[in-house]
């Protein structure tokens, strides 16, 4: 084991060319993930929501779970292909290998996610709607103060899963030439013919930090921003009503579920 | 007759389709090949994880940790370029030599596999095995406790304990993330093409790379990775659902 000869490598592995040419490695790792996370997570709420809240109906809703259910079908790598080379050919121009893997790659998070999203509001008992509905909650913002705090605590778990995936995923960019942490390795690893054991080590290990990293940062988040708030002693009914009724055109937003 | 042959133009050559055939064939045969080893090797892990001893406990929850936070295709990388750098020469030798391993009449019945093939299976059945471990032990915590107090206050000793009363009940309750394991290992074997094993992936490359004709190549891939998950899933659920009916039966009136 030789680790120090890599040390002139790691530069390179870390950003790619960049100042001086493209921004690769590590970085470009870290920017495809950020970015098809993203989008993943906007998708997948956005599909999710629709699913549940049974916004889409009859036909359309029955052609979105069957895409749904094929983008979680195929390996990530033939969506990879598909998008990049159906991409140029739908939009007529020249669309950067980046591109083409950070649309396939929140294609297939998005899927993920509407499946979570949508198990996560039907994990909600339907008492909480009823109870915001007989509040005067509108359906809207019975879905935003009551349903959604307590949903998304629990789908918290299934994005950050998928997140790790995406982070892991995003190495097969390295198929379609895309110069993310995979790439650059195996060049590297091409050029010096040396220390092949080395150099995959040490990729692994800044997959590992990058992966292990977001889980520990997910998982304080879910216990200190999200963390369910403690039982609040229940005021005297008499404040609770003339509260109630004396904010009552105002927004809900006292209201601590 | 100008339409049919213009039409005929555009689809691909027996030739080619029996190469993605081919590849589709190595595909169902690695995939089976890691879920069989990696269910073993997962109860395995699975057992370490809950074990008492700390040392072992801890060193499986590395191993998950390790295997399930870097990218499969980096393993695959490892344990193709970087692993046998760190064997003796005559051990890589080894690995290389296709050998003979049975024959019978000059016909070649076993040969020991190609390179490639063990680094994908090797790679695989690693990766595979920390998810599948995961997924027993949820099932072995799924097990309330006083089943294990009452097989044991019944005179079980604690392997039969374990053999006949907390892991079928375990087993149970992680068949449906094990049929999503199996899928997922069918659709992860497209991987191995980075490090040249000809399967379904692998193909439809090649043959992309031949015709130019992608759509048709691509097309024909995707079909057979999606007929493929939907005959696990198919056959997954109704292995579930002959379960469920049997021991509804098996309930005396």
């Known amino acids: 084991m030789n680790f120090a000869m890599l040390y002139d490598s790691l530069p390179y592995l870390l950003w790619g060319a960049w100042p001086d040419g493209q921004l690769g490695g590590a970085a470009l790792t870290v920017l495809l993930s950020l970015g098809s996370g993203l989008v993943s997570a906007v998708l997948g709420l956005g599909l999710g929501l629709g699913i549940a809240l049974a916004l889409l109906t009859g036909g359309a809703r ?29 939009l007529g121009l020249h669309v950067p290998g980046v591109l083409s893997v950070m649309a396939a790659l929140s294609l ?150 | 007759m100008t339409f049919f042959s213009a039409l005929q133009a555009q689809l691909l050559d027996t030739k080619y389709i029996g190469w993605m055939v081919q590849g589709w064939l190595m595909t169902v045969w690695m995939s089976l090949l890691v879920v069989a080893v990696s269910m073993l090797l997962g109860l395995l892990l699975a057992a370490a994880r809950s074990s008492s001893r700390a040392p072992l406990a801890w060193g499986a929850a590395a191993y998950v940790s390790v295997f399930r936070n870097s990218p499969l295709l980096v393993q695959l990388f490892f344990w193709y370029f970087g692993a046998p750098s760190l064997l003796p020469e005559a051990a890589r030798e080894w690995l290389n030599s296709s050998a003979v391993l049975l024959q019978w009449g000059g016909v070649v019945l076993l040969r020991w596999p190609s390179f490639e093939f063990l680094v994908a299976w090797v790679g695989l059945v690693l990766y595979s ?28 000793t604690p392997v039969q304990t374990l053999r006949h009363i907390v892991l079928p009940q375990a087993l149970r309750i992680a068949v449906p993330p094990l049929l999503g394991q199996t899928m997922n290992t069918v659709k992860n074997t497209s991987l191995t093409m980075a490090v040249g094993l000809v399967e379904l992936s692998y193909t439809s490359r090649q043959v992309e790379a031949e015709t130019f004709k992608t759509f048709q190549a691509f097309g024909f891939a995707t079909l057979f990775y999606v007929l493929t998950i939907m005959a696990v899933d198919g056959l997954g659920q109704h292995w579930l659902r002959r379960r469920g009916q049997k021991h509804v039966q098996r309930v005396p009136a």
């Not at chain 1, 749904?68 to 080379?85: E, G, K, N, Q």
């Not at chain 1, 940062?217 to 999200?226: E, K, N, S």
């Not at chain 2, 095995?129 to 079980?156: H, K």
């Open chain 2, 129 to 156: 095995t920390a998810y599948i471990g995961e997924d027993i032990r949820s099932g072995l915590r799924g097990v309330p406790a006083n089943q294990t107090s009452t097989a044991l206050a019944l005179g079980f």
């Open chain 1, 62 to 90: 029955r052609v979105l779970t069957a895409v749904l259910s094929f983008l979680r079908a195929i390996p990530v790598l033939m969506l990879i292909f598909w998008s990049y080379f159906l991409l140029p050919v739908v």
């Open chain 1, 108 to 257: 297939v998070g998005g899927a993920y996610l509407a499946h979570a999203v949508y198990a996560g509001i039907q994990a909600v008992a339907a008492g909480q709607w009823a109870a915001g509905f007989s509040l005067g909650f509108t359906r809207w913002g019975t879905l935003r103060y009551l349903v959604l705090p307590q949903s998304l605590r629990m789908m918290l778990p299934s994005f950050m899963n998928q997140w790790v995936t995406l982070v892991k995923d995003s190495s097969l960019a390295y198929t379609v030439g895309v110069s993310e942490l995979s790439f650059v390795a195996s060049q590297v690893n091409a050029r010096t013919m040396v220390y092949p054991a080395e150099i995959f080590l040490l990729v692994g290990l800044i997959y590992w930090l990058l992966c292990a990293g977001l889980e520990a940062a997910v998982r304080a988040l879910q216990h200190t921003v999200l963390a369910p708030r403690p039982a609040r002693t229940a005021a005297p009914l008499y404040h609770r009503l003339t509260r109630f009724f004396s904010s009552r055109p105002s927004t809900p937003k006292e209201f601590h579920p």
